[in-house]
């Protein structure tokens, strides 16, 4: 699993703990819904921009969203 994939599963698992949709953190973080799931799905190298806004929307450190658990 690369990087992009840990990080959409990450992501999908921070939004599911604060029961939110995809359309939810979609308005959150001021990103689109299919933006959003693409992420999820580890289909998209995202930006640290939106990293951080993805992360500012689930109230976790970017950090949480990158950290190699493995």
């Given at each position: 699993m690369?990087?992009?994939?840990?990080?959409?599963?990450?992501?999908?698992?921070?939004?599911?703990?604060?029961?939110l949709?995809?359309?939810?953190?979609?308005?959150?973080?001021?990103?689109?819904?299919?933006y959003?799931?693409?992420?999820?799905?580890g289909?998209?190298?995202?930006?640290?921009?939106?990293?951080?806004?993805i992360?500012?929307?689930?109230?976790?450190?970017?950090t949480?969203?990158?950290?190699?658990?493995?």
């Amino acid at each position: 699993m690369d990087i992009t994939e840990k990080f959409g599963k990450k992501v999908r698992y921070f939004r599911k703990i604060r029961n939110l949709s995809q359309d939810e953190l979609a308005e959150l973080s001021d990103l689109h819904r299919t933006y959003i799931g693409s992420v999820e799905r580890g289909e998209r190298n995202i930006t640290l921009l939106n990293a951080n806004k993805i992360a500012n929307a689930l109230s976790v450190h970017l950090t949480d969203l990158v950290a190699d658990d493995d």
